[in-house]
């Protein structure tokens, strides 16, 4: 039922069956099993060690894809040599003539395409695959179209934003991952499938032991995928959109996307920091360089990342970091649940924050501390600043950093649950509004 409404909501036509995994790590080496079971005769039965008869294949994805990508093709046993990673354009969107002229390469080499997977919120800057373009060119080569729309599918839930899963209906499966920008607890991944037939003949296996009167009559969770025993998950998401209704979530999604926006604009604004990245959902990638000082690329690199740890340091905000044209950028994710408010001053006199740090052309030195109205006064704050003055304070209610991948949260929870037992777990649990 939740799989349900998801898939409505985000326009998924009802064509799409639904499943529940873990991660969206996993509903992809499905989908990538799924395609190998289409393009590769008998390889359920055969496998695809010592066949003559199966030439080499190929996976296609941009070079901004998410890891899990790889290790997929790695798990089912294609090789990772097996995927092709197509250069992105300028705005780390997949290449489409590239991805059309390494098609035609390997057709020419004698290599078996068989998927495609572009993806819509990738995870360094949320960039967005062309999905039209690829869905044309997987219909005419007749391979596999995954849509990894693990962070930003659910952006699609608004009437402003449904473009970004345009062409996904075309697709032959679809992740959306609710754990990731959809509130909802780890973990919970929903996959889409229009050919779950395929899917089920790559793992349906039914030994005695399981046989039961029903069968053919149910839809037996078992047979799309490796697992037999299930955790009862689809009751988190259940929850989350009964309790906060259709409304109320387009409107916090909309929030998180109009913050950003307005952190993108200030970053514009200010002469000492650089955006790296367009802001199609709510990431922002940017980074420090100070107007006044001449810094070499690597003596930026290192400033910036003295800069992640400072801040990640207080304990108050969360940055992450990636790589964007070999440039170290950080990263900020609006994606809590109770992020309602974001303050951000860049000023080159700067004011007194909770903490400071200075930078030099020797690099960037000092402290910042935590402060301890932050965990009592309900809104998180700490502030970065630079020699001659500029300064940059963020003052948060709620929480944020929230990573796009999600990965960090458990280490600032931990830290959060750490400073809880100092000044009153369930005062600081309640106010800074982590999810712990
Ligand atoms: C675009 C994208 N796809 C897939 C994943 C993997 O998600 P999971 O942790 O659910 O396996 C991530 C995680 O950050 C992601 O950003």
């Not at 909802?184 to 050919?195: I, K, S, W």
């Not at 990573?403 to 037992?421: P, S, T, V």
């Amino acid at each position: 039922m939740s799989l349900g409404w998801l898939r409505r909501l985000i326009g998924l036509p009802d064509t799409f069956e639904g499943v529940i995994y873990d991660t969206a790590s996993i509903a992809t080496m499905h989908a990538l099993a799924a395609a190998r079971e289409a393009a590769i005769p008998a390889v359920r039965a055969k496998g695809l060690a010592a066949r003559s008869d199966v030439p080499r294949v190929a996976v296609y994805c941009s070079d901004q894809t998410h890891s899990s990508i790889d290790k997929a093709v790695i798990a089912i046993g294609l090789g990772h040599e097996s995927l092709r990673k197509i250069p992105s354009d300028d705005r780390f969107a997949m290449r489409i003539d590239a991805l059309r002229d390494q098609i035609a390469r390997d057709r020419a080499d004698g290599v078996l395409p068989i998927a495609v997977v572009p993806t819509v919120g990738t995870t360094s800057t949320t960039s967005i695959d062309p999905v039209p373009a690829v869905a044309d060119v997987c219909e005419r080569e007749r391979l596999w179209m995954h849509v990894d729309a693990a962070y930003g599918g659910v952006a699609a839930m608004l009437p402003s934003h449904r473009h970004v899963l345009a062409g996904a209906e075309r697709a032959d499966s679809v992740v959306v991952n609710p754990h990731k920008w959809l509130f909802t607890p780890f973990d919970l991944t929903a996959f889409y499938c229009r050919r779950m037939d395929v899917l089920r003949s790559a793992f349906a296996l039914t030994p005695e032991y399981l046989q039961t009167r029903d069968a053919g009559a149910v839809k037996n969770l078992m047979d799309t995928g490796v697992q037999l025993g299930r955790r009862f998950r689809s009751l988190k998401l259940w929850m989350i959109l009964r309790s906060y209704g259709a409304a109320k979530i387009r409107a916090v999604l909309a929030e998180h996307m109009r913050l950003a926006r307005e952190l993108a604009a200030w970053v514009d604004a200010h002469h000492d920091f650089e955006r790296l990245a367009a802001v199609p959902f709510s990431v922002v990638c940017f980074r420090w360089r100070p107007a006044t000082i001449s810094a070499s690329a690597p003596e930026l690199d290192a400033f910036n990342e003295r800069l992640v740890d400072l801040v990640n340091s207080t304990g108050d905000v969360f940055l992450s970091h990636t790589r964007l044209r070999g440039r170290l950028a950080l990263r900020i994710a609006i994606g809590h649940l109770k992020t309602t408010y974001l303050t951000c001053t860049l000023s080159p006199a700067g004011t007194a924050g909770a903490g400071n740090a200075s930078a030099s052309r020797e690099g960037v030195q000092g402290h910042a501390r935590c402060t301890q109205n932050s965990c009592t006064g309900g809104s998180v704050g700490g502030c970065v600043g630079a020699e001659r003055g500029a300064r940059a304070k963020l003052r948060l209610r709620g929480a944020v950093g929230v990573d796009a991948g999600g990965k960090r949260l458990r280490e600032r929870a931990g830290r959060c649950w750490r400073r809880g037992r100092r000044h009153g777990r369930r005062n600081h649990r309640r106010r800074s509004g982590l999810r712990v």
